[in-house]
């Protein structure tokens, strides 16, 4: 599956998301602040749908916070990396947080810059690049033909 059919289906189902896209700036400041580029297939994610909360439980982390009625819901992507930092998680420079889901932290190798970036989870999973990881662990689980008959 590809990056963009992975966007069509998160597209598709937005109204089961709480998220506020990216602009090009919000982006561009992101950068900025991690010193280096972000993989495009992130930060198509990011101004596409946005980052905040994918099917009521992952957590995307963007480039600003996700604020509802004065209530932080899910932090940015910069404040969640110097808090984990402060709390004794280290990782290389180029390994990043961006999503947490049930206590679990996953990382993204963005030492490709643009290019692919396979992402790392706490408890040592790994995935190919973000298509893959959002396949795997994002994206509801196709309903069988058996299930929808019942």
Same mark, same amino acid.
């Given at each position: 599956?590809?990056?963009?059919?992975?966007?069509?289906?998160?597209? /598709?189902?937005?109204?089961?998301?709480?998220?506020?896209?990216?602009?090009?700036?919000?982006?561009?400041?992101?950068?900025?602040?991690?010193?280096?580029?972000?993989?495009?297939?992130? /930060?198509?994610?990011?101004?596409?749908?946005?980052?905040?909360?994918?099917?009521? /439980?992952?957590?995307?982390?963007?480039?600003?916070?996700?604020?509802?009625?004065?209530?932080?819901?899910?932090?940015?992507?910069?404040?969640?990396?110097?808090?984990?930092?402060?709390?004794?998680?280290?990782?290389?420079?180029?390994?990043?947080?961006?999503?947490? !889901?049930?206590?679990?932290?996953?990382?993204?190798?963005?030492?490709?810059?643009?290019?692919?970036?396979?992402?790392?989870?706490?408890?040592?999973?790994?995935?190919?690049?973000?298509?893959?990881?959002? /396949?795997?662990?994002?994206?509801?689980?196709?309903? !069988?033909?058996?299930?929808?008959?019942?």
């Amino acid at each position: 599956m590809t990056m963009d059919e992975v966007l069509e289906l998160l597209e /598709r189902d937005r109204a089961l998301h709480l998220t506020q896209r990216c602009s090009e700036r919000d982006l561009d400041i992101l950068e900025d602040g991690l010193g280096r580029r972000l993989p495009a297939a992130f /930060r198509g994610l990011l101004a596409r749908v946005g980052g905040g909360i994918l099917y009521d /439980r992952h957590e995307v982390f963007g480039a600003r916070r996700l604020i509802v009625h004065d209530i932080e819901l899910v932090p940015d992507l910069l404040s969640v990396r110097q808090r984990l930092e402060a709390e004794g998680h280290s990782w290389p420079d180029h390994l990043i947080p961006f999503h947490r !889901s049930q206590g679990i932290v996953h990382v993204m190798d963005v030492s490709r810059g643009e290019g692919p970036a396979a992402v790392l989870s706490e408890t040592g999973q790994s995935y190919a690049d973000l298509p893959d990881f959002l /396949r795997a662990v994002v994206l509801p689980r196709p309903r !069988s033909a058996g299930l929808d008959a019942q």
